[in-house]
């Protein structure tokens, strides 16, 4: 987890999926891993569940664990109580969001590389976020089609979905995908074959690129799914809903799958296709009963891909596509947020006050689709609408009943279930769930996905994690199919006003070739400031080395300015204080630290600072 927080390349973060296999000694060990805040913040953490478990769990009957996992002779056998540790993975999950399941049996029948286990592509875990279960040195490579694109005449009685254009765009997405690995074999060959590229690393490269060539595995997915239905008049989370979008992941996995095969006649096969090896795979088998003429064509000239689809949660590609995300529902169509502004500035209108006397104005904030619905009815943007007004446009709209919040969950998770027979890899869903759910209701929607033929599920019921958007108003869920949905704020944490004295620690660091240091204010015992730059430079600060803590004191000067001085005790036990920690550095580092300062000051987890 550590390891992953240090990687970033061009300011975005690693990423990185746990998972551990429920049959190991230590798996209750490994389910509470992210109970404690803070621990464990730079991956996602998932139990790998087998079916005998299931089984185990629901009957009440002991489950026996081992080490090594799948050894004939294990070193280490215990029974356990296995509906005792599928309540807590219950538990931890409604409380923290964490761990997902996996539901690893139902993955490795599935999984079409599996039927080549024995040559290298035996499934052992997945990506980051759970779409693609992988092999070992595989990568995940993704691509999204835009379903809303699709719609032709969107929120009007004579719309409809295009399938003669999307089938064509199926199979042109799956020729992109196959080009992408082309692209990645030239990447990886020219770090190859650079001069600066230690054995072992070269060694690593080796194998990826050989697993790259062997496979071409790929990840064709979609996007949009809650607008797509929206924009045709269906419901999402009701039964008509869910029937047309397996239509459309049947038509996207069979038009993916053509391309492929097309490709094997004109490119070549991947190295070690065999058509005999995967005639018992459960979906390769779903392929031939709805395409026929494709399955003899697959076993007569190979296939370009090893695996094809996913659906990945495809959250940066939303934006970009002004939709709704993967397969998830909208969050909320149309919602009000606040931002801070000062009361003195001009033409400021200040909607609130926190307890704090900060002031902020609060602002509508709408889904582009949502826009498109007005448009399409007439119905004026503005940002004045009232609370009320608000909540009686998304009850007139196709969105009404189909938030996040407001699906019927268990038939979320069957759609899962069923557009999950068309989809080879694996479908990254999670469930949001209202913060007055009980740990009951986790379970029901975890053994339905299990029982539906999920590959693997997530919750996170609000306020469980912090730093996620929240509804502002909280009520349970009603009956009432044209619910509005609730209005969700960003709520500012930990903001008070700050205390004349503050414990510091000094920490001494090497920034680069330079020998930096900071001085952390502290409240409770957690960093709520930061002052730092050059140490020892001519116009920068002595600090004696042996000193690694003292306080920062809020000081004002004789013409009403405020600065900041630190003071610690000295090795005779006399107060020191350095005054000016603010002018004491470079004015760029200081303008740094104030904003590094700001963000902490508002609660902002110090790992995601």
């Known amino acids: 987890s550590n390891s992953t927080r240090e990687v970033a390349q061009g300011g975005r973060r690693g990423a990185l999926m746990l998972s551990a296999s429920i049959k190991h000694p230590d798996a209750e060990d490994f389910i509470d891993a992210k109970m404690a805040?803070?621990?464990?913040?730079?991956?996602?953490?998932?139990?790998?569940?087998?079916?005998?478990?299931?089984?185990?769990?629901?009957?009440?009957?002991?489950?026996?664990?081992?080490?090594?996992?799948s050894s004939d002779d294990p070193s280490i056998v215990k029974e356990i109580d296995a509906a005792a540790l599928w309540s807590k993975i219950v538990h931890n999950?409604?409380?923290?969001?964490?761990?997902?399941?996996?539901?690893?049996?139902?993955?490795?029948?599935?999984?079409?590389?599996?039927?080549?286990?024995?040559?290298?592509?035996?499934?052992?875990?997945?990506?980051?976020?759970?779409?693609?279960?992988?092999?070992?040195?595989?990568?995940?490579?993704?691509?999204?089609?835009?379903?809303?694109?699709?719609v032709k005449n969107p929120f009007t009685p004579e719309a409809y979905f295009d399938f003669e254009l999307f089938k064509e765009h199926a199979g042109k997405a799956q020729r992109i995908m196959d080009d992408i690995i082309d692209l990645e074999q030239e990447k990886i060959e020219a770090i190859i074959e650079s001069a600066d590229v230690k054995h072992t690393e070269l060694e690593l490269w080796h194998k990826i690129l050989n697993k790259t060539l062997l496979g071409r595995r790929t990840g064709v997915g979609i996007t949009g799914e809650g607008d797509m239905l929206a924009a045709l008049g269906l419901k999402y989370g009701t039964t008509e809903a869910t029937d047309f979008a397996v239509k459309v992941q049947q038509t996207l996995a069979l038009g993916a799958y053509r391309s492929s095969v097309t490709m094997a006649q004109e490119r070549g096969a991947f190295r070690i296709f065999d058509a005999?090896?995967?005639?018992?795979?459960?979906f390769i088998r779903r392929m031939a009963e709805a395409d026929p003429q494709l399955y003899e064509d697959m076993k007569k000239y190979g296939r370009r891909n090893?695996?094809?689809?996913?659906?990945?949660?495809?959250?940066?590609?939303?934006?970009?596509?002004?939709?709704?995300?993967?397969?998830?529902?909208?969050?909320?169509?149309v919602?009000?947020?606040?931002?801070?502004?000062?009361?003195?500035?001009?033409?400021?209108?200040?909607?609130y006050v926190d307890e704090s006397g900060d002031s902020?104005?609060?602002?509508?904030?709408?889904?582009?689709?949502?826009?498109?619905?007005?448009?399409?009815n007439g119905i004026?943007?503005?940002?004045?609408?009232?609370?009320?007004?608000?909540?009686?446009?998304?009850?007139?709209?196709?969105?009404?009943?189909?938030?996040?919040?407001?699906?019927?969950?268990?038939?979320?998770?069957?759609?899962?279930?069923?557009?999950?027979?068309?989809?080879?890899?694996?479908?990254?869903?999670?469930?949001?769930l209202p913060a007055d759910v009980s740990e009951e209701l986790v379970n029901r929607l975890y053994v339905e996905a299990w029982r539906s033929g999920c590959k693997g599920c997530t919750v996170y019921r609000e306020g469980s994690r912090s730093g996620v958007l929240v509804a502002l108003q909280k009520s349970k869920k009603s009956d009432d199919k044209n619910a509005a949905a609730p209005t969700p704020t960003i709520i500012p944490q930990h903001v008070i006003k700050r205390p004349i004295e503050l414990e510091a620690d000094v920490v001494r660091f090497q920034n680069n070739k330079e020998k930096w240091i900071a001085f952390v204010g502290l409240l409770d015992g957690k960093?709520?400031?930061?002052?730092?730059?050059?140490?020892?430079?001519?116009?920068?600060?002595?600090?004696?080395?042996?000193?690694?803590?003292?306080?920062?004191?809020?000081?004002?000067n004789p013409d009403g300015t405020k600065r900041y001085d630190f003071q610690f005790v000295n090795k005779r036990g006399y107060k020191t204080t350095i005054e000016g920690l603010s002018d004491k550095f470079n004015p760029e580092y200081w303008n740094y630290a104030k904003l590094i300062s700001g963000v902490l000051r508002y609660g902002m987890p110090i790992d995601q600072v």
């Not at 592509?121 to 379903?147: M, W």
């Not at 919602?335 to 909607?351: A, E, L, M, Q, T």
């Not at 709520?528 to 003292?550: Q, R």
């Open 380 to 432: 004026p943007v503005k940002n004045d609408y009232t609370q009320e007004e608000i909540d009686s446009l998304v009850a007139r709209s196709p969105y009404a009943g189909a938030t996040a919040n407001d699906v019927d969950w268990m038939e979320k998770v069957r759609m899962q279930g069923k557009i999950q027979k068309w989809v080879d890899h694996s479908i990254s869903v999670t469930i949001n």
């Open 306 to 333: 090893i695996a094809c689809l996913t659906i990945a949660p495809t959250g940066t590609t939303s934006l970009m596509t002004r939709t709704t995300s993967g397969i998830e529902p909208v969050f909320m169509p």
């Open 335 to 351: 919602y009000k947020r606040r931002r801070k502004v000062n009361p003195g500035d001009p033409n400021v209108h200040v909607d």
């Open 93 to 150: 999950a409604w409380k923290s969001a964490e761990p997902g399941v996996l539901f690893w049996d139902t993955i490795r029948r599935e999984s079409v590389p599996d039927c080549y286990a024995d040559l290298g592509f035996e499934t052992i875990s997945t990506n980051p976020c759970g779409e693609i279960p992988l092999c070992p040195y595989d990568s995940c490579r993704l691509l999204a089609v835009n379903l809303f694109s699709y």
């Open 276 to 282: 005999q090896r995967e005639k018992n795979n459960p």
């Open 360 to 376: 902020f104005e609060e602002y509508i904030v709408y889904h582009p689709r949502f826009i498109d619905w007005m448009n399409v």
């Open 37 to 69: 805040e803070g621990k464990i913040t730079g991956a996602n953490v998932s139990v790998r569940i087998d079916d005998e478990f299931m089984k185990a769990a629901s009957e009440n009957r002991p489950y026996r664990q081992q080490y090594p996992v």
């Open 527 to 556: 960093p709520y400031e930061i002052f730092t730059g050059l140490a020892d430079d001519e116009d920068g600060i002595f600090c004696p080395k042996s000193v690694n803590h003292g306080k920062i004191i809020k000081a004002v």
